[in-house]
């Protein structure tokens, strides 16, 4: 069993920068997969970025693609979501979600297991 809790949410201007913080409980963090997702109102949850459980392999979105960076610190049991040159259209509430290490469909939502309560960012123009 994983617990997950974002943080590192809140308001910036357009062009500012975030990082979200997704701190896991357990002991084996560093065997699962790392994801972050993003919903808004009326949307289907979407894929923002991944990273593989060692961290060798990260995926992102095409629309966040040069402007977020996943990370993740195995010792410290904590992912993030360094976010820059944001938009409003990144306006949405992030959700961190973790899976047993798997070798593929990083963007399927359906293929984690365990999600936090979500942190909301917002961009205004």
């Known amino acids: 069993q994983v617990q997950l809790v974002e943080s590192g949410g809140g308001l910036v201007q357009a062009g500012g920068s975030l990082r979200l913080s997704c701190a896991a409980s357990?002991?084996?963090?560093?065997?699962?997969?790392l994801g972050w997702f993003r919903q808004v109102p009326g949307k289907e949850r979407e894929f923002v970025a991944a990273i593989t459980w060692a961290g060798g392999s990260r995926y992102y979105a095409d629309s966040v693609k040069g402007r977020f960076t996943i990370s993740r610190d195995n010792a410290r049991n904590t992912a993030y979501l360094q976010m820059n040159s944001l938009k409003p259209e990144d306006t949405a509430v992030y959700y961190c979600?973790?899976?047993?290490?798997?070798?593929?469909?990083?963007?399927?939502?359906?293929?984690?297991?365990?999600w936090g309560q979500g942190t909301q960012v917002t961009v205004s123009s």
């Open positions: 979600a973790a899976r047993i290490a798997d070798l593929s469909d990083y963007e399927d939502l359906l293929r984690y297991d365990y």
């Open positions: 357990g002991r084996a963090f560093s065997t699962y997969d």
